[in-house]
């Protein structure tokens, strides 16, 4: 993909993407797994600076960029830990988030625009180096309050030990005041154009309830509920008038659509956009925070001008004609790549947009609506050449019991697709999060070395209804894995796999699918690499979890009070079966994870040794959780994944898997 700069009065400014070349070199290891150059663009209230994150000592810092000077300036400079999230509390103080090793207990810090009177506001463990706890109920950031620059809202549980207030939180000393108290167990809040709490959609028990509150008399109202497994619907943004909201709804569908709804009148109004195929929305929480859901509002024009939606790639649905033609010629000059508009100005004046495609980690533009011109803010990844990385296209097949299940194949530049290296690659979850087309670090990593990359979104996936999700309800290892075994043998059988050289890997739910597929399926791989994943699905469920949090644990894992459930979940945890595992494993953890416990791991490692198997490997990396986040640590484990991969795999084909490439002395505990 040409990487452009353009006015938009012409519609031939782009340039065709140059050929692929017959067979492309090795890229070296961290050319793919470098942090990004820029990451998470967001304009200040003003629209005059652009807060950003930006490398420093190999963490993602915090920066602002001036628009008028045309300047960049480092505002934190963390060498242990890494920034996350920014965004403004107003023109001159910025909030971000600092991870903690992997805990997933970020916490909150605010700064000025010239990087003085930082300041610890709150966090889950302790103030930044002390053993001082500070604001331990602190929850999110929910947003500024625009005539109020001394405070920000957030969520926090003041009133109740586990439910979330929409509370005051002070900028310069992190007190806390309630401002609306929690309804019920809040799962999210809307607040309208004029940033007041509107809406609470509210988990009792298996019930999803959607309240309204009147701007007046400050009351909550039921405006509709649902079974959490069933039909029904959920409040997306709020239209300019604050009186519409555009809301999901699956009543009487299979998928997603997109309705008006009116809050006055307190109904449905007119189908704005579905999908026979695929929910209307996007898939992965993957819409920028600045907009609500998949929505996109135009501050000037004072109304939702488009919904975006994740289909065989980013689709948009567009309600605004300029803002049409505007995408239009972005696609007429640079075809095949997705331009999403990810904030607007409050003066609506400029548009940030970020480009991305299969084979481009994306570039950051910004469109002047006054000059019409787009200009390039920066590149993500420099390193990365699109021209030399892989295709992605979108594919489908039949399950063994009839189902359709969609997925995408990504096949090595310059190489024919024909008795390629497979690399079967099932994403995490398992259930709503779906495959989508774009680029993806790890895919082109694995392309680069000569295989295909086959993903699918089995049942249970995001994105095809809540029947297609249902069926993979206590179907881990059953019909869950044999979707993906079905997806290894439809690319045997369309001669693209070598079925002599088929690898499964994966990180999470996909970690688990790895080490299920070397047990119960031994038969189709050669190898396998298990990154952060389940291997026994009993640790999954809690024994002391109160009865509304444990009915999605019930009805999509199991009940250890149940005798049949007991002994599914037994029968399909890998942890019980290291004796069928007859292939090469590499398996990483992270000591601090806490979504899959480090006992997923030792566990399995105690059960290979007492199987007497002896070709694995175990990296536990003391400092990260849940996947690897640190640019050091993240490069040194695909180090140790390209060379597995050409130490295990059969040398045997059409495609010479090549030496090992030697980035760095792998860094290992």
Known sequence: MTRFTLFLTALTLGASAAPVPAQVPEAPVATFFQASNIASLVFSPNGKYIACLVPFEHRMNLAVIDLEKGTKNLLTNFKDRQASQPSWANNDRLLFRVDDDGKESFALYAVNRDGQDPVVLASGYSKADSNDEINVRFRSVLGRIDDDPKNILVLANLTYASWSDVAKLNLKTGAMTTVVEAPGDVDYYLRDTAGQVRLAVIQKEQLRRVLYRDPTSKTWTALGEHHMDAEGWEPIAFDGDNRTLFIWSNIGRKTKAIYRYDVLERKQLDLVFADETYDAVDANGAAATSFSGNTLFDPVKKKIVGLSYSADRTRFHWLDEDMRKIQQKLEASLPDTVHRPRQFAADGSKIIYLSTSDRDPGVYYMFDRKTNRLNEIAV???????????????????ARDGLKLHGYLTLPPGLPAKNLPLILHPHGGPFGIRDEWGYNDEVQFYASRGFAVLQVDYRGSGGYGIAFEAAGFKKWGLEMQDDLSDGVKWAIAEGIADPARVVISGASYGGYATMAGLVFTPELYCAGINYVGVTDINLLIPRDAPPDR???????????????????????????????IAVPLLMAYGKNDPRVNIDHGFDMERALKKAGKTNYELIIEADEGHGFRKEEKRIAYFTLVDAFLK??????????????QVIADPVKP
């Open 647 to 660: 130490k295990n795999l059969p040398r045997v084909g059409t495609v010479k898997i090549g030496p090992t």
């Open 550 to 580: 444990m009915y999605w644990r019930n009805t999509r894992l199991g009940k250890l009070s149940d005798a049949a459930d007991r002994k599914r979940i037994h029968d399909t945890s890998p942890v019980n079966f290291a004796d069928k």
């Open 380 to 398: 993500i990844k420099p390193g990365i050449d699109p021209d030399k990385m892989a295709t992605m296209r979108p594919i489908s097949y039949t």
